[in-house]
């Protein structure tokens, strides 16, 4: 996930986390410090993308006139920088929430998923040779499970030619699948990818 992205969850969960009712006080400094960021202007930003999609609004106490919803065109060193403003999450800020903290667990367990056939691999003592031989192994399974599209066949049949795809790729896609890491249709996607080249 973008930097960015991580950035927005951090506030969203910050602003949730403390609502009393839908609005959160903070101010510049405070909200820097809870999503571990020290550019002020880098959380400012990625608080002027929410506001500006509707994900989140923002707020703030003027004398003699109440709140004041940020518009977009406010200088930030007077609406960020001076004094407190209150955030608050919109109907669309808690499905945008939701959808990339999935995203966030599914890349989560996509890395635990590689690691986990690393782990496999060492234990059946399927070691390649090198380490640059077993990323290329892991991006020839990446290719053959649809990870990596397969319109270069040109490239897969240089590696072949070259000794690149060994009769570890049938072990390697066996032990993908038995860690769950590919279906069985993917196990066939490889088969077919082996047959053509």
């Known amino acids: 996930m973008l930097r960015s992205r991580h950035l927005e969850l951090r506030i969203l969960r910050y602003v949730r986390v403390g609502m009393s009712d839908r609005w959160r006080a903070t101010t510049l400094p405070e909200l820097a410090n809870a999503v571990n960021s020290q550019d002020w202007g880098e959380v400012t930003d990625a608080l002027k993308r929410l506001d500006q999609r509707d994900i989140i609004q923002i707020r703030k106490w003027i004398d003699q006139e109440g709140f004041a919803l940020y518009e977009g065109e406010e200088p930030n060193d007077g609406f960020f920088h001076h004094g407190s403003f209150e955030v608050g999450i919109t109907a669309n800020g808690r499905a945008y929430q939701e959808a990339i903290e999935e995203r966030e667990r599914s890349e989560h367990v996509a890395q635990g998923g590689w690691e986990t056939l690393t782990r496999q691999l060492a234990a059946h003592q399927l070691i390649l040779p090198s380490v ?15 990870l990596v599209t397969n319109h270069d066949d040109q490239l897969a049949k240089l590696a072949r030619s070259i000794g690149l795809v060994t009769d570890h790729d049938d072990q390697l896609a ?14 066939g996607q490889t088969a077919d990818l082996r047959d053509a080249l």
């Not at 640059?132 to 649809?146: E, T």
């Not at 066996?174 to 196990?187: E, I, P, R, W």
């Open 132 to 146: 640059s031989l077993l990323d290329k192994q892991l991006a020839k399974l990446a290719r053959s499970v649809g």
């Open 174 to 187: 066996k032990l993908a699948q038995s860690v769950g890491l590919v279906t069985d249709h993917a196990f």
